[in-house]
């Protein structure tokens, strides 16, 4: 559909219609004006410049490994 055709279409429409579609491109050019606009994030997968301890937080003191998570479960249960 070419631009002529919409527009003729657009001014065959009831007031209220015509409204509607106004309110529909102001949504549609927001919308794409702030997806132009998003930062996008630097960090890429498997970027290794990250300090993952520093994201340990409340698990600072528990275990971190495989090895060391089943101990702590057997103590817990009682189980050696």
């Known amino acids: ?3 002529a055709q919409l ?4 001014e065959q429409l009831p007031p209220e219609a015509q409204r509607q579609i106004e309110n529909f491109i102001a949504f549609i050019k927001m ?5 132009e606009t998003k930062p ?3 960090i890429t997968k498997g970027d290794k410049s990250i300090n993952s301890s520093d994201f ?3 698990w600072a003191d528990r275990p ?7 101990k702590d479960a057997w103590q817990r249960s009682g189980s050696k």
């Open 64 to 70: 971190t490994n495989l090895s060391d998570i089943r």
């Open 7 to 10: 527009l003729d279409d657009i």
């Open 40 to 42: 996008q994030p630097e």
């Open 1 to 3: 559909m070419n631009t």
């Open 56 to 58: 340990a937080g409340m």
């Open 31 to 35: 919308r794409y004006q702030s997806l």
